[in-house]
């Protein structure tokens, strides 16, 4: 019998496989920003962290999650599919007439919450949720995932001292932590620095992890989702923009460029 970490492991990469599919089939998504960001839907989803229910999206028992990168979630749509959140033959018509799935989603799709076009807002969505749950004494918790890059908009730095003032340890952040922005590495434009420290400064706990290890990252998340101990959380996960794609894994520009074709159908090891 497999074990609990072979699973997320198979899951990891058969979901690495799909976005290849989607992208091959829709070119205007956003390839390297989705596969950065796999390994951290995989164990929200697969490893027992967050609360849903797929038959009704919007449950008031459910965990929220807030895509702040929503343009790096493409590889969250087969996730979606395979959890019964829509038919999978929705993954066929991403970007294309008829189809619901967009290459920037939006909640007409079920599992999404938020409109994410403009990014550097979602932290701040979040943090009113969190404070909202807090006020109706719910425990449900709240994650969300930002993209290092749009940490440079000083509204996300606003929410943090935020919450930390109030208090939301119902309030867990993921930073997809790739160093790339659109243009150039983030270093090049806004050093970060050490990003778990200065959200330390800020008064949450903070943490780092190794993003493309599925199984640290389950861990690190389900020890921030049941610690209560008054701070908001942060995981800093650090991920490799265009993970395992020759000639897109790190390169600077690669938030902008599409493999070509014959690459995708050699790593899949198949026929378009």
């Given at each position: 019998?497999?074990?609990?970490?072979?699973?997320?492991?198979?899951?990891?990469?058969?979901?690495?496989?799909?976005?290849?599919?989607i992208?091959?089939?829709?070119?205007?998504t956003?390839?390297?920003?989705?596969?950065?960001?796999?390994?951290?839907?995989?164990?929200?989803?697969?490893?027992?962290?967050?609360?849903?229910?797929?038959?009704?999206?919007?449950a008031?028992?459910?965990?929220?999650?807030?895509?702040?990168?929503?343009?790096?979630s493409?590889?969250?749509?087969?996730?979606?599919?395979?959890?019964?959140?829509?038919?999978?033959?929705?993954?066929?018509?991403?970007?294309?007439?008829?189809?619901?799935?967009?290459?920037?989603?939006?909640?007409?799709?079920?599992?999404?919450?938020?409109?994410n076009?403009?990014?550097?807002?979602?932290?701040?969505?979040?943090?009113?949720?969190?404070?909202?749950?807090?006020?109706?004494?719910?425990?449900?918790?709240?994650?969300?995932?930002?993209?290092?890059?749009?940490?440079?908009?000083?509204?996300?730095?606003?929410?943090?001292?935020?919450?930390?003032?109030?208090?939301?340890?119902?309030?867990?952040?993921?930073?997809?932590?790739?160093?790339?922005?659109?243009?150039?590495?983030?270093?090049?434009?806004v050093?970060?620095?050490?990003?778990?420290?200065?959200?330390?400064?800020?008064?949450?706990?903070?943490?780092?992890?190794?993003?493309?290890?599925?199984?640290?990252?389950?861990?690190?998340?389900?020890?921030?989702?049941?610690?209560?101990?008054?701070?908001?959380?942060?995981?800093?996960?650090?991920?490799?923009?265009?993970?395992?794609?020759?000639?897109?894994?790190?390169?600077?520009?690669?938030?902008?460029?599409?493999p070509?074709?014959?690459?995708?159908?050699?790593?899949?090891?198949?026929?378009?």
């Amino acid at each position: 019998m497999n074990s609990p970490e072979h699973a997320l492991s198979a899951k990891t990469r058969w979901v690495w496989r799909e976005t290849l599919r989607i992208h091959r089939r829709a070119p205007e998504t956003r390839l390297a920003s989705s596969l950065s960001s796999i390994e951290i839907f995989v164990a929200l989803y697969y490893g027992g962290i967050l609360r849903h229910d797929a038959a009704e999206p919007l449950a008031e028992l459910r965990d929220r999650l807030i895509i702040s990168k929503g343009h790096g979630s493409i590889c969250m749509y087969p996730i979606l599919a395979d959890l019964g959140f829509f038919p999978v033959e929705a993954l066929d018509k991403v970007c294309q007439a008829g189809g619901f799935l967009g290459g920037i989603p939006d909640p007409v799709i079920p599992g999404y919450e938020t409109v994410n076009g403009s990014l550097g807002h979602g932290l701040g969505v979040a943090t009113g949720m969190a404070l909202g749950l807090k006020r109706k004494a719910s425990d449900r918790a709240v994650f969300v995932l930002a993209g290092d890059g749009e940490l440079h908009e000083g509204a996300n730095w606003e929410a943090a001292m935020f919450a930390a003032h109030h208090g939301l340890d119902n309030l867990n952040l993921i930073v997809d932590d790739n160093r790339i922005s659109m243009l150039d590495y983030t270093n090049k434009i806004v050093g970060h620095g050490d990003l778990a420290g200065r959200f330390a400064a800020f008064g949450w706990q903070a943490e780092e992890a190794d993003g493309h290890d599925v199984v640290q990252v389950r861990e690190r998340l389900a020890a921030m989702k049941e610690n209560h101990s008054g701070k908001p959380k942060v995981l800093v996960a650090k991920t490799r923009k265009g993970h395992g794609v020759p000639k897109l894994e790190g390169e600077p520009l690669c938030h902008i460029i599409n493999p070509k074709p014959e690459l995708l159908d050699q790593l899949l090891g198949e026929a378009p």
